[in-house]
């Protein structure tokens, strides 16, 4: 963002015809200004957003912070609406301190801006709570616009993190689907048999008495049947097995 964040005189961010009506009417809708916090390790870039965001009348910077760790202790203090949030900070990192300030100031919504675009930070900052991850590359007036969208409760990510977004979400909807093809495990004769008497509510001991073996075969017979099938108690093998029909297998 190497010219996006300089000062901008008013009306100049869109060819001379001026953003402001839409902000003024934005402002007046909420009847208060959008309070955000930036967040930053360079001092440079956070003066550049103060300066950028305070032509915006319904948007107004109430603190600033150089890494995580003060991230969530200006939240606590300030209760802004908006984060904006750099993704890699020393002494504690924008991921990490999402899960915090959502703890200290639940109706904060956190926006990543990073120069990341790396797919593991992106999924990573989503799960600890960000509501928005944007690249540095975008424009002044992108910025503004962004946090609008967010404080209205929109989601905001750039383009190309999206798309990498919608990869990754159909990779793990065909993953799925494989892993629904792939057949229930098979159970031996003996092992249905057993699987057949605990779906009727029987203990081992009537279980054993039923099929003529020692009670302790019975219970190696269970803990086959619950390995097999990855489950961890005689009810979650009845109601797998039911589900699977595999009570019905001869």
Known sequence: MADSFGPVAPGARDGGRGAAPAATGAADLRKEPIRVL???DHALFRRGLEIVLAQEEDIEVVGEAGDGAEAVDKAADLLPDIVLMDVRMPRRGGIEACTSIKEVAPSAKIIMLTISDEEADLYDAIKAGATGYLLKEISTDEVSTA???VADGQSQISPSMAAKLLTEFKSMIQRTDEKRLVPAPRLTDRELEVLKLVATGM????????LFISENTVKNHVRNILEKLQLHSRMEAVVYAMREKILEIR
């Open 203 to 210: 203990n081992n001991r009537d279980i054993a008495r039923e």
């Open 38 to 40: 930036v967040v930053d």
């Open 147 to 149: 946090i609008r969208a």
